[in-house]
């Protein structure tokens, strides 16, 4: 006589949902979470910060007194626009350092002027140095022949002292006692120096030797 065991059940699977209430149930999900969103009470914060505005452009550049830009006169000199009534000079080139050690300013500086901005305000370490500047209007000192510069340049008279150093005077000046002399060229060497060169000047520059001879009838 065989016996068999039932359980008395049987196992079932649930049903699939119709399509129809799967889209609905995915309806009501997205619902629910849009009105999270919307919630009264509840702010999102943005943790990336504001994003920085682009700097403005500096009304003269960077660096204080630039090459292009101009200078006020009197005792106290700033940097103002070039087309400004208080415009007297510009700003031939600019180096760092000191006019002794630094490059030679160019030929046509009237004036050097020594730049030191520290502080708090100072915006760049290149604001530390000196400007080879030239006045916009004339005199210019530091042309050739005119007596006055920053510079010694071919076509500058000079006088000399028993201690060998020369003072630069006005190629037009007719007073005075002292010889004077003047820079007809710039060599590399003395040697270079024309055989009737009466006195050796020095210069800066490639060209560090004056030939000048004695100027007479002066």
């Not at 101009?70 to 208080?86: A, L, Q």
């Not at 520290?118 to 000196?130: D, E, I, K, P, Q």
């Not at 060229?185 to 030939?211: H, I, Y």
Request: a positive charge.
């Amino acid at each position: 006589m065989d016996e068999r065991v039932s359980s008395g059940a049987r196992s079932r699977r649930p049903a699939p949902l119709p399509a129809r209430v799967v889209l609905a149930v995915a309806a009501a999900v997205v619902a629910l979470l849009l009105a999270a969103c919307e919630a009264p009470g509840r702010t999102v914060t943005d943790d990336r910060g504001p994003v920085p505005a682009p700097p403005g452009p500096s009304p003269y550049g960077v660096v204080f007194l630039g090459p292009g830009d101009c200078s006020s006169r009197g005792p106290v000199i700033r940097e103002v626009f070039c087309r400004s009534e208080k415009a007297a000079a510009t700003v031939l080139t600019r180096h760092l350092g000191t006019p002794s050690s630094g490059p030679p300013c160019p030929d046509a500086t009237d004036f050097v002027l020594h730049v030191s901005e520290t502080g708090t305000g100072a915006r760049s370490r290149l604001t530390t140095g000196y400007a080879c500047m030239r006045n916009l209007e004339p005199p210019h000192p530091g042309d050739p022949g005119q007596g006055g510069g920053p510079l010694t340049v071919v076509g500058d008279c000079v006088t000399a002292s028993r201690a060998g150093e020369v003072t630069e005077t006005a190629c037009a000046d007719a007073g005075g006692r002292a010889p004077r002399y003047r820079v007809e060229s710039a060599v590399r060497r003395r040697a270079q120096c024309p055989d009737d060169t009466d006195l050796f000047v020095s210069l800066r520059g490639e060209k560090p030797v004056g030939c000048a001879r004695r100027s007479t009838g002066w």
